[in-house]
């Protein structure tokens, strides 16, 4: 867990200074049960570690090939901050993190099972809670720090973002929407500065997001969207930098 403590904010921190592709997918069945996963690829961080850190150090640090899965149920009971409600929706869930310092692979797979679209809407509101979990917090978490602080509690995170949009399903319809109040309070925040000045300096965050559904889509509203020949599975990409002057693009309505 030690390692996780030293990886996991500079991760983080790395997601605004660098390339990054995110991958998140909704995978709902018929039944409305189903899973959330969100892939990330940061790989390109091994050069800034072994930089920030150098190799004598990080091998001190114990930071060394890592291929292990940590599920959640070992470690959300632990944390007093968190309701019993998040609790339960976070316990199925598991993180795999894949490090290869030689091989420069830095990968980690996030996966969140749901019984039914509304724990599903229920565990959006969590993972984009920036005030209660976000990833920075539940990596500090799994990191051993209860705070989730990651250091100083000051480095942007993907959630403080996510946060800016009321996500809802049910059976046929699923929708994300910008919240024009959180949109205004986090474009007032001075973090969002930093991001776009990162963003002029090479930051480049490659975002898809794809929504696999029982049945074929009827109507959808995101032009940049893509319906596979049977219609059950959307995908939309984006640039996140692009996103930060226009949140208007990772918005969408989807009756199906």
């Keep these: 867990m030690k390692i996780l403590k030293i990886i996991l904010p500079i991760a983080l921190a790395f997601c605004f200074t660098g390339c990054l592709d995110v991958d998140e997918q909704i995978d709902v069945k018929k039944d409305g049960s189903g899973q959330m996963t969100e892939d990330m690829d940061m790989s390109q961080m091994i050069d800034i570690l072994q930089t920030y850190m150098g190799k004598d150090e990080m091998s001190k640090k114990g930071l060394q090939n890592m291929d292990t899965t940590i599920y959640l149920k070992d470690i959300v009971d632990t944390i007093s901050s968190f309701s019993a409600e998040k609790k ?3 316990r199925p869930a598991s993180v795999h993190i894949k490090l290869d310092m030689d091989g420069k692979v830095f990968k980690t797979r996030m996966v969140f099972p749901f019984t039914s679209q509304e724990n599903l809407q229920k565990l ?3 993972m984009s809670d920036g005030s209660s979990l976000g990833n920075a917090k539940l990596f500090g978490n799994l990191g051993g720090d209860e705070g989730g ?9 993907l959630s403080q973002f996510t946060n800016i949009y009321d996500f809802k399903c049910k059976d046929g319809l699923m929708s994300k929407r910008v919240n024009k109040e959180k949109w205004k309070a986090l474009a007032d925040n001075p973090q969002v500065a930093q991001m776009k000045q990162a963003s002029q300096m090479g930051m480049d965050i490659n975002y898809t997001t794809t929504i696999l559904l029982p ?3 009827k109507k959808i509203d ?6 596979s020949d049977d ?3 959307v995908t939309m990409k984006y640039n996140f930098s692009d996103a930060l002057d226009h949140p208007e693009q990772f918005e969408y309505t989807i009756e199906y």
Excluded: I, T
């Design 88 to 90: 339960a929706l976070l």
């Design 124 to 126: 959006y509101a969590v």
């Design 149 to 157: 602080n990651g250091g100083n509690g000051q480095s942007p995170d």
């Design 215 to 217: 049945r074929p889509v």
């Design 222 to 227: 995101n032009p940049n969207a893509k319906l």
């Design 231 to 233: 219609k059950k599975a």
